[in-house]
């Protein structure tokens, strides 16, 4: 899909001439008759367009919605954008960097208000202010079908907040994803959201990085995690919470049984703040996912998380990128995994810490303990190139190799993997079949390299037909092979997936 591009270089208000119509325009629903004004205005259009209807439904509908769109933007005084005008019948549409304005936002709502196929809307960086934040507040009164909102980089500051607090209160909307950086966010906004959240658990996933929360945001925060139980995701990333803002912050996390996802890096709490995360990590059993990225945690507070891994039962991600770490600090880590037989863990992050051999070595007994596990680090010192280039080898040549050995399909390969047969698995069970069949000789380095290739920064291997042929064709094979023999898939024969 494109990304799409104004009908005329980015929309904008026009002249003081409209000035006489903007009395129509106090409300977001004064122009529901748009569509009645066509039809006067062009009378011989709509009774081509009757044919239309009963010849094909949707695309008549499709129709009507531009015409509205259309209307609107003449309406509120403002050049309808092209992408929109093209892509309004997709489930995605993206707008950001448009230069929409208050008064473009508001004639984006009101095509929206009817529309049944957009599920996810990006509107970031379109300084919509809080007229904008108000006309999409009242579309998603209407709307029941929009399911993702980014509205980040729009400074809306608190009286943008408030606005979004009321709806969130009171919000009866399909939507569970709303992106809210950058808007300029402080103390008060936090407490606002807070007041909605505490109540209202539909959200199911909230960014609210690069704002200004500070330690009483943090407090306000917390609150707000010990009542909810929808939340599931949080994003609180690149604001100013500090050691007083985290530690108020875990006193409400500790007692949250939902959300799953956490990022905080950025923040600046140190090994006190690291300290309290150890402690939820001790008593929280539902956090999968933990971003502690550059909080100028060292040693000391790294020993504090890990007292809490060896007890945690939930945690399958953790980055600790551009720490202060040493290789010391790394042992702890990976040790506490150890002493763990519960553990989940699946990725850690300390790919700014240079380690030896013998971590390598202590790694290894880690991994055969918990083969799901992988440890991104930096480099290290004094590999041996032999060792190095055995460490780079394609694992997809080794699969290939073998799949023409014992004359099966790399397909088949990858299905002996899943017990369920599906072609797709959870990245910590791909890890930890492939680590432990002994088909193929492969390291974690080149099973970290498969995963890179085949899931695509998702949480999901996918080694359906479609992917492998892509694979295959990227390293190379399949070019000079002979015809491929059919393989079965069901209960009908794929000649074009043979080579898998």
Not at 98 to 121: E, Y
Not at 301 to 311: A, M, P, T, V
Request: hydrophobic content about 40%; overall charge negative.
């Amino acid at each position: 899909m494109d990304n799409g591009d104004p009908l005329e270089p980015e929309t904008k208000d026009e002249s003081d001439t409209v000035s006489a119509r903007q009395s129509s325009d106090e409300t977001l629903y004064c122009e529901a008759e748009a569509p009645m004004a066509v039809e006067k205005e062009k009378p011989a259009r709509e009774s081509s367009e009757t044919d239309l209807e009963i010849e094909d439904t949707e695309k008549f509908f499709t129709t009507r919605q531009r015409e509205l769109y259309l209307e609107a933007c003449r309406l509120v005084g403002v050049v309808p954008v092209s992408y929109f005008i093209r892509n309004m019948e997709e489930s995605y549409v993206n707008l950001n960097h448009h230069g929409l304005g208050p008064r473009g936002t508001k004639a984006i709502a009101i095509a929206l208000v009817s529309n049944t196929t957009v599920l996810k809307l990006e509107l970031a960086d379109n300084c919509i202010t809080e007229e904008g934040i108000l006309s999409l507040v009242e579309m998603l009164q209407e709307n029941y079908y929009l399911q993702e909102m980014n509205i980040s980089d729009n400074d809306l500051g608190l009286e943008g907040a408030r606005i979004l607090s009321e709806f969130l209160q009171n919000n009866t909307s399909s939507l569970f994803t709303l992106q809210l950086s950058g808007n300029n966010f402080k103390e008060e906004a936090a407490e606002l959201f807070c007041q909605a959240l505490s109540t209202n658990y539909r959200i199911k996933s909230l960014d609210l990085s690069h704002n200004q929360f500070s330690d009483k945001a943090g407090e306000y925060l917390g609150q707000m995690l010990a009542l909810n139980v929808g939340l599931q995701s949080l994003d609180l990333s690149w604001n100013h919470l500090y050691i007083q803002g985290v530690v108020a912050l875990c006193s409400g996390l500790r007692a949250n049984v939902s959300l799953k996802k956490l990022d905080l890096s950025m923040n600046s709490f140190g090994n006190e703040g690291a300290a309290a995360l150890g402690e939820v990590l001790r008593l929280n059993n539902s956090l999968a996912y933990l971003d502690l990225s550059s909080n100028n945690i060292n040693n000391e507070g790294l020993s504090k998380i890990s007292k809490g891994l060896e007890l945690n039962e939930s945690l399958k991600v953790l980055k600790l990128y551009l720490n202060p770490l040493s290789m010391d600090g790394a042992v702890l880590l990976i040790l506490s995994i150890k002493r763990n037989p519960k553990s989940k863990m699946e990725d850690i992050d300390i790919s700014n810490v240079l380690v030896s051999e013998q971590f390598v070595k202590i790694l290894d007994g880690v991994c055969a303990v918990h083969p799901q596990l992988d440890v991104m680090y930096k480099a290290v010192q004094g590999l041996s190139n032999k060792k190095n280039l055995f460490t780079w080898t394609s694992p997809v040549k080794l699969i290939q190799s073998y799949a023409d050995q014992h004359k099966i399909s790399v397909l088949d390969f990858f299905r002996s993997l899943n017990p369920s047969g599906k072609m797709t698995m959870p990245v910590g069970e791909f890890r930890k079949a492939m680590i432990q069949q002994n088909k193929v000789p492969i390291n974690r380095y080149q099973v970290r390299e498969l995963i890179k290739k085949l899931g695509e920064k998702t949480d999901m291997v996918d080694f359906r037909p479609w992917k492998l042929l892509k694979l295959l064709s990227q390293e190379g094979f399949g070019a000079e092979q002979e015809p491929p023999r059919p393989i079965m898939a069901g209960s009908q024969f794929i000649q074009p997936l043979a080579a898998l």
